[in-house]
């Protein structure tokens, strides 16, 4: 098989850069949007968000399933990836748009409109990921290739987290709201753009056989539930997000409410940002020196020391900019590490499928991660919601001692015992590393031989 090209990787890539802006706009701002500027509930918010994401429990899974029973002249992948960039596009349009309504009808219109959102970004972000097994059967060539597109996906909320919030302000000329629904619009335009680039330029190359059984929704069940180290990698990833989603979440309100300086949000997201893009290059190199389990642990350790500083600066120096920088950098080096990690076990784990059920279903076992990345997002949106509720948080006001106090347990304390939680499940449970991950790819490529004699 012919190595991939730059044009190939890079344009797929690009693809990342598209999507995840798309998904930054509403991970970032979203609940601050709701809750700030069109006046929403924040406990209703955090609900909304946690039962959205109990229908992607089923909706996500079945769009795996769709997706590898997907027989196309254009494959199984891009179809759907494109299809769901135009109706994701659409649907973050209207997301980020007031209604002329009030009371019980605005708060209908948001809880459609998020669960649209949650459902169209499925249809895009299952086929996408699902490439990745599909593009190259090569080892070294796959860690390559799953870097890239966290790279691009990294940069993307690099630009939403430091340059966004000054968009918007520019955008609205004074109207907050104005500003949020012109930067949706540029979002999507974007997103749809990025994605064609994808489209054009990126075939499957690992095909899947043409006598291979669709698959039911009982099946797809059980393939998830039979392969043991995509359960391990369930825990592992969730821990990952949690991780992530719940101080993504929480930030802006942190850092205007508890540190009193709404501009730092900028400065920690940019110094966070970098350290991100930084961690993903490096994986490869430091992946080739001292292994991927090693590099695991670093990702697990660095977020942890970016909280405790997080933490130490808030009560020595709360508005030092180069304490906060350095938190943000210490955190996202390890984020790196862990998201580029991750990706390429994922593609590890449908290997592993096949080597123990003997069936390839990249698109349910990616299926699985879009659910986690939802999921998490879900978890921490009503941890943040409910949680703010609960401590007294009022929006545009001075918060009180208790209310700063519960803000920062969610913003720091929270995220540090997920990051423990995640590393003790991968040290435990993971196997597909060292030698027997090199034997079950011997394995594999003997069955390839011997299905391509008959």
């Given at each position: 098989?012919?190595?991939?090209?730059?044009?190939?990787?890079?344009?797929?890539?690009?693809?990342?850069?598209?999507?995840?802006?798309?998904?930054?706009?509403?991970?970032?701002?979203?609940?601050?949007?709701?809750?700030?500027?069109?006046?929403?509930?924040?406990?209703?918010?955090?609900?909304?968000?946690?039962?959205?994401?109990?229908?992607?429990?089923?909706?996500?899974?079945?769009?795996?399933?769709?997706?590898?029973?997907?027989?196309?002249?254009?494959?199984?992948?891009?179809?759907?990836?494109?299809?769901?960039?135009?109706?994701?596009?659409?649907?973050?349009?209207?997301?980020?748009?007031?209604?002329?309504?009030?009371?019980?009808?605005?708060?209908?219109?948001?809880?459609?409109?998020?669960?649209?959102?949650?459902?169209?970004?499925?249809?895009?972000?299952?086929?996408?990921?699902?490439?990745?097994?599909?593009?190259?059967?090569?080892?070294?060539?796959?860690?390559?290739?799953?870097?890239?597109?966290?790279?691009?996906?990294?940069?993307?909320?690099?630009?939403?987290?430091?340059?966004?919030?000054?968009?918007?302000?520019?955008?609205?000329?004074?109207?907050?709201?104005?500003?949020?629904?012109?930067?949706?619009?540029?979002?999507?335009?974007?997103?749809?753009?990025?994605?064609?680039?994808?489209?054009?330029?990126?075939?499957?190359?690992?095909?899947?056989?043409?006598?291979?059984?669709?698959?039911?929704?009982?099946?797809?069940?059980?393939?998830?539930?039979?392969?043991?180290?995509?359960?391990?990698?369930?825990?592992?990833?969730?821990?990952?997000?949690?991780?992530?989603?719940?101080?993504?979440?929480?930030?802006?309100?942190?850092?205007?409410?508890?540190?009193?300086?709404?501009?730092?949000?900028?400065?920690?997201?940019?110094?966070?940002?970098?350290?991100?893009?930084?961690?993903?290059?490096?994986?490869?190199?430091?992946?080739?020196?001292?292994?991927?389990?090693?590099?695991?642990?670093?990702?697990?350790?660095?977020?942890?020391?970016?909280?405790?500083?997080?933490?130490?600066?808030?009560?020595?120096?709360?508005?030092?900019?180069?304490?906060?920088?350095?938190?943000?950098?210490?955190?996202?080096?390890?984020?790196?590490?862990?998201?580029?990690?991750?990706?390429?076990?994922?593609?590890?784990?449908?290997?592993?499928g096949e080597f123990k059920l003997g069936t390839r279903n990249?698109?349910?076992?990616?299926?699985?991660?879009?659910?986690?990345?939802?999921?998490?997002?879900?978890?921490?949106?009503?941890?943040?919601?409910?949680?703010?509720?609960?401590?007294?948080?009022?929006?545009?006001?001075?918060?009180?001692?208790?209310?700063?106090?519960?803000?920062?347990?969610?913003?720091?304390?929270?995220?540090?015992?997920?990051?423990?939680?995640?590393?003790?499940?991968?040290?435990?449970?993971?196997?597909?590393?060292?030698?027997?991950?090199?034997?079950?790819?011997?394995?594999?490529?003997?069955?390839?031989k011997v299905n391509d004699a008959i």
């Amino acid at each position: 098989m012919n190595k991939l090209t730059f044009r190939e990787k890079y344009s797929y890539g690009i693809g990342a850069l598209g999507k995840d802006l798309a998904y930054a706009i509403v991970s970032t701002y979203l609940m601050v949007y709701f809750t700030d500027a069109v006046g929403l509930n924040p406990a209703f918010v955090g609900t909304l968000f946690l039962v959205a994401r109990l229908w992607d429990a089923v909706n996500d899974p079945a769009m795996g399933m769709l997706v590898d029973n997907t027989r196309s002249k254009f494959g199984k992948f891009r179809p759907w990836i494109f299809i769901g960039t135009v109706l994701n596009a659409l649907v973050i349009v209207f997301l980020f748009r007031k209604p002329d309504l009030e009371g019980l009808p605005l708060y209908a219109y948001f809880s459609i409109m998020y669960i649209l959102w949650g459902m169209t970004y499925t249809i895009m972000d299952i086929p996408y990921w699902s490439m990745i097994p599909s593009l190259t059967s090569s080892k070294e060539e796959r860690e390559q290739v799953a870097v890239i597109p966290r790279i691009f996906a990294s940069t993307a909320w690099l630009i939403m987290g430091t340059f966004g919030l000054s968009i918007i302000k520019k955008l609205g000329n004074g109207n907050v709201v104005k500003g949020y629904s012109a930067f949706a619009v540029v979002i999507a335009v974007v997103f749809v753009i990025a994605t064609i680039i994808t489209c054009l330029n990126v075939k499957e190359r690992v095909e899947t056989p043409k006598n291979a059984e669709k698959v039911s929704f009982k099946q797809t069940l059980n393939i998830i539930r039979k392969n043991d180290q995509l359960v391990v990698f369930i825990g592992i990833v969730l821990g990952m997000n949690l991780i992530m989603q719940i101080s993504g979440s929480m930030a802006i309100y942190y850092f205007t409410y508890v540190v009193g300086k709404e501009s730092l949000f900028s400065v920690y997201q940019a110094f966070a940002g970098i350290a991100e893009i930084s961690g993903l290059v490096l994986l490869p190199i430091l992946t080739k020196k001292i292994g991927r389990e090693d590099v695991f642990k670093f990702g697990s350790i660095l977020p942890i020391a970016g909280f405790l500083l997080l933490f130490v600066a808030g009560i020595v120096a709360p508005q030092n900019a180069l304490f906060i920088g350095m938190a943000g950098a210490i955190l996202k080096l390890g984020s790196g590490f862990l998201l580029g990690s991750t990706t390429i076990m994922l593609a590890d784990v449908v290997d592993y499928g096949e080597f123990k059920l003997g069936t390839r279903n990249e698109s349910i076992v990616f299926s699985v991660q879009t659910l986690l990345v939802k999921g998490a997002s879900a978890v921490a949106g009503w941890l943040v919601g409910v949680g703010l509720s609960l401590v007294g948080y009022v929006a545009g006001e001075a918060q009180s001692a208790t209310t700063i106090l519960g803000m920062r347990v969610i913003m720091i304390w929270i995220p540090i015992v997920c990051a423990v939680v995640m590393y003790a499940i991968y040290k435990s449970k993971y196997k597909i590393n060292g030698k027997f991950h090199d034997e079950m790819l011997v394995e594999l490529e003997k069955r390839k031989k011997v299905n391509d004699a008959i």
